[in-house]
């Protein structure tokens, strides 16, 4: 009822977002041919030139005060306000990122990535869903607001980050550096997953990461394997076996007492997960699981509650000779980098120290292991029952047609512990602009174009159903 309420009372925004469905797909498709993409095999001008077109558009959707913001030697952010008439009302922070993931192997992409390509109802293309699309919903939503009433229903802060796929290293000091243009009363992301094309969905879990190189080295030079393997160790099997002791025979996390931490799933949150239809064949289409291959983790764990609520570890990169070209050699050192995703609850510093004692004291043959800590990121939890969540849920309601889910994500969104942690427990909301065919960081990435327009759609009904909700909390100011 609330959510047909919502778009009956703004139908004439709703209509202004619908006239604006070319303005969208254009919109987008002009960031989509800006190669802004982030870490080592990027090209900062083309990140620039990401974050001057996403601040053009942030001109041209009404906003004011647009600026680059450069902290470091980060990729610039965009920084845009829009003032709404009441001088009182709260003020929401809209999130998104404009760098993208670099496209892979080019010519596996069924059209070229950085040229946005409509087939069959998506938009192809790098960026296409992560997140243009969540830059071009918040844009939608404000050009929405500013056609149809002259100005939002609240006060609105744009920030459109430069490096949030290398992990958003610079984030916190750009919060230091621009603590009061950033203060807000809540956040909106939209960088997530809906569950299914149409379904719209909230997301109410992240895990954190932790991640470390360990080294282990036996001799200053590698050696013939005939003339001195025997008494020499192969450091290569005993780095093998010291990353097989961090795991146990479902391939959980198997470092005593590392999962102590984790919060435990309250009633609601189990019943919410597994009332959440989880289609196994499905899961297996999405991720080329081979057929004999069983599912991984604590087999009394839900797959669901393993992918989200279980801590899991990953070997992201080994070094060591590669098989073409190798000899028959003792090589002096390997190394590898072990990255471990975290459950809501888990301290990334007890995490961290966890990992490394155990690393550093399970190294076999007398190997010295040498451990270097690195990322360290904490999950985050959203209380799906908070009155501004419920509220986003009737908005999303109302823009897709179709009731909101409350999901978990497996993923990581680094940020928001720092922000929340700066500003207070603000409430936090986490929409989707993907689905399962999305494909974000891989090859052919789309957006469904029926979602961007229905996330538009939910977007420019999220800003005054989150106002009233805040309103009605008498937030602190
Ligand atoms: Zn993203």
């Known amino acids: 009822m609330e959510a047909e309420h919502l778009a009956r009372e703004h139908a004439d925004v709703v209509a202004a977002v619908e006239a604006g469905a070319d303005w969208q797909q254009r919109a987008l498709t002009d960031l989509v041919a800006i190669p802004g993409v982030s870490g080592a095999d990027g090209d900062p001008a083309a990140l620039r030139r990401s974050a001057e077109a996403t601040a053009r558009l942030a001109r041209s959707a009404g906003m004011d005060a647009v600026e680059l913001l450069e902290v470091g030697d980060a990729p610039p952010a965009v920084l845009a306000t829009a003032r709404t008439t009441r001088p ?11 760098d993208v993931q670099p496209p892979g192997d080019v010519d596996a992409w069924t059209s070229a990535p950085f040229t946005a390509t409509e087939r069959h109802d998506r938009l192809y293309g790098r960026g296409a869903a992560d997140d243009k699309a969540g830059v071009i919903t918040h844009l939608a939503a404000l050009e929405a607001w500013q056609r149809a009433r002259g100005a939002p229903p609240c006060h609105v802060t744009l920030l459109v980050e430069g490096e949030e796929e290398v992990g958003s290293p610079h984030f916190d000091a750009l919060l230091r550096a621009h603590a009061d243009r950033l203060a807000a009363d809540a956040v909106v992301v939209v960088d997530t997953l809906n569950w299914q094309v149409g379904q719209p969905t909230l997301t109410t879990s992240l895990r954190g990461l932790v991640d470390a190189t360990v080294e282990v080295a036996a001799t200053d030079h590698a050696l013939h394997s005939g003339l001195y393997g025997g008494p020499v160790p192969d450091v ?14 479902h391939g959980a996390v198997a470092i005593p007492g590392f999962g102590e931490d984790i919060a435990p799933l309250g009633a609601s949150e189990r019943a919410t997960l597994e009332a959440l239809p989880f289609d196994e064949a499905a899961f297996r289409a999405e991720t080329g699981l081979r057929p004999e291959v069983p599912l991984a983790g604590e087999p009394q764990a839900h797959p669901l509650e393993r992918l989200w609520r279980r801590p899991h570890l990953t070997v992201t990169g080994i070094d060591a000779p590669a098989v073409a070209g190798a000899a028959n050699a003792l090589q002096p050192r390997a190394r590898a980098r072990v990255s471990v995703r975290l459950a809501p609850g888990q301290s990334p510093e007890r995490a961290q120290r966890l990992l490394r004692d155990w690393l550093e004291a399970q190294a076999p043959l007398g190997l010295r292991a040498t451990v270097t800590l690195g990322a360290a990121a904490s999950p985050f939890v959203v209380d799906a029952d908070h009155p501004v969540v419920q509220a986003a849920a009737s908005a999303l309601e109302g823009g897709y047609g179709a009731p909101t889910t409350f999901a ?14 700066r500003q207070g427990p603000i409430p936090v909301l986490m929409a989707g602009i993907e689905d399962p065919d999305s494909r974000a960081h891989g090859i052919d990435e789309s957006v469904h174009l029926g979602d961007l327009r229905r996330a538009c759609r939910a977007q420019a009904l999220l800003l005054p159903a989150v106002t009233a909700a805040l309103d009605g909390e008498g937030r602190g100011s």
């Open 88 to 98: 009182e009302a709260p003020t929401l922070l809209l999130y998104a990122h404009h």
């Open 236 to 249: 290569v099997s005993a780095l093998a076996q010291l990353l097989a002791s961090c795991v146990d025979g």
């Open 408 to 421: 978990g994500v497996g993923g990581t969104i680094p940020f928001l512990e720092p922000l929340v942690a």
